[in-house]
């Protein structure tokens, strides 16, 4: 199973949407796609329709056994969100076996929260390959290199994309943040540092045909 951590810092800057829409995606391409809403908003539960009493991700990390809830779209699953994932503390890795139940998917994607929480630090550490969605405005695009050059100090191999999405490219703020991308990839020389550059909708279906080539 490819496992995929989809995360940035910074709030609002398209993990939840990238994640759903890829997911529904890859799910179109007949991939086993589990989402996993490892943050406490729950926007990709409420985006799926699945935000009910149904086990959740903290309980998954938790030891319990879990079954993916089946979602509208054929071959996709969830397990949802909890509004207590902000209170998960661990001293161990509670996602490696938590995953390993979980490998008759293709495909996971972790939808992480905001900030560095024990559940995103966790899915960066377990997963193959981290994706960081990011808009084009100054603020977002400032911390960006010192969120990979942590991610980077505790993986050093592990390929991070960066997606920009709600990209506009008239825009003369999209053109100050262009310059500041450069700069961010340019202070990260520890490559691969991708960027991945299209314009809304096409964004999930790049990403997911791109991502094809990495499946088993
Ligand atoms: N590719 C996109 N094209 C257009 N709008 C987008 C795209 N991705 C995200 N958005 C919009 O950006 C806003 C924030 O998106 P989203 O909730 O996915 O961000 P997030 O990073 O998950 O936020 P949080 O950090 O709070 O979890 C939403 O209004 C969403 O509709
Ligand atoms: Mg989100």
């Known amino acids: 199973m490819l ?11 398209g993990k939840s949407t990238t994640a759903l829409n890829l997911g529904a995606c890859l799910a179109t391409s007949k991939r086993k796609v589990l989402l996993i809403d490892l943050d406490g908003q729950r926007t990709l539960s409420f985006g799926l329709g699945l935000d009910g009493d149904v086990p959740t991700a903290l309980n998954w990390l938790s030891g319990g056994e879990i079954q993916p809830v089946e979602t509208k779209t054929k071959n996709l699953w969830l397990i949802p969100g909890d509004l207590g994932m902000f209170q998960l503390e661990a001293d161990a890795d509670l996602f490696t076996p938590a ?32 994706l960081i969605p990011v808009i084009c405005e ?20 592990v390929p991070v994309d960066v997606v ?8 003369v703020i999209t053109k100050e943040s262009e310059d500041l991308l450069t700069e961010a990839a340019r202070r990260v020389r520890n490559i ?24 088993n």
Do not use: H
């Not at 550059?197 to 990495?214: E, V």
């Open 192 to 215: 691969p540092l991708k960027l991945v550059k299209f314009a809304r909708d096409k964004i999930a279906l790049f990403l997911s045909n791109w991502l094809i080539n990495f499946l």
């Open 164 to 171: 920009r999405v709600r990209y506009r490219p008239r825009l």
């Open 99 to 130: 995953l390993a139940k979980l490998n008759r998917f293709e495909i996971c994607l972790m939808d992480c929260s905001p900030g560095l929480g024990v559940s995103s630090v966790q899915a960066i550490l377990s997963s193959d390959r981290i």
């Open 3 to 13: 496992k995929i951590a989809i995360f940035n810092f910074k709030g609002g800057t």
């Open 138 to 157: 100054p603020a977002v695009l400032k911390g960006l290199s010192e969120a990979v050059q942590l991610i980077r100090e505790e993986r050093p191999n």
